[in-house]
């Protein structure tokens, strides 16, 4: 299977221990499972969310998966786009995906994907290079970013398994099914 070359790492921006625990997780699930390579959080430490990830990474795979706890967002903004990334702010507000996903595949630069919470700040829509809409309703940060990854990769994502996986789904029609394997031994640690 063909995946594009460029890096997609997503930020979750300003999260709140006490009431962004599940979702946030979520979020670096849905990162990880839609082909992103890694889930960076700013706002309050939440160790936890960070095992639980690692944890995923190690039993179903991509234990390169980068999740890393990150002090300001702006400062991973200015950071990424030094090193001639994109930044793509998923809201509501932006331009609908159906018109920019094309122009945002087209370019071979690394994508920074940001993903608010309920205090986006104002500043954030002008650094981004692409704010991107998906639909112009309220929703969830989850259903945004899957959707967004899933059109960025055009579905492919959702085929990938993971060579280092110990866990892997055999599909099957009624049921449940695991192969269990070994994988290569490596230690993943927290960044
Ligand atoms: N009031 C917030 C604001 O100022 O944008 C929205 C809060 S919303 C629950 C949390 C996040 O979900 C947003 O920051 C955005 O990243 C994402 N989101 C929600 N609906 C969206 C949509 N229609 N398109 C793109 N992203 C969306």
Redesign the pocket.
């Known amino acids: 299977m063909n995946l594009p070359e460029w890096r997609t790492i997503v930020l979750r921006i300003n999260h709140r221990p006490e009431r962004d625990k599940r979702l946030t997780t979520h979020l670096g699930l849905t990162a990880r499972a839609f082909g992103a390579q890694g889930f960076w959080i700013t706002g309050l430490r939440d160790p936890n969310i960070i095992k639980s990830l690692l944890q995923v990474c190690c039993q179903w795979g991509h234990r390169a998966f980068s999740i890393q706890q990150k002090k300001s967002w702006r400062e991973c903004i200015r950071t990424w786009k030094n090193k001639d990334g994109e930044v793509i702010?998923?809201?509501?507000?932006?331009l609908h995906i159906d018109d920019v996903i094309p122009r945002i595949r087209a370019s071979s630069l690394d994508k920074l994907v940001v993903?608010?919470?309920?205090?986006?700040p104002g500043e954030l829509y002008t650094l981004a290079d692409y704010n991107?809409?998906?639909?112009?309703?309220?929703?969830?940060?989850v259903a945004?970013l899957a959707i967004f990854l899933d059109r960025l990769y055009q579905g492919n994502s959702l085929h990938i398994v993971p060579d280092d996986a110990e866990l892997v789904v055999e599909p099957t029609a009624h049921g449940k099914r695991l192969q269990e394997r070994t994988p290569p031994k490596e230690d993943k640690t927290v960044q």
């Open positions: 702010h998923l809201t509501m507000y932006g993903v608010g919470g309920p205090k986006v991107v809409a998906i639909g112009h309703q309220p929703h969830s940060e945004a």
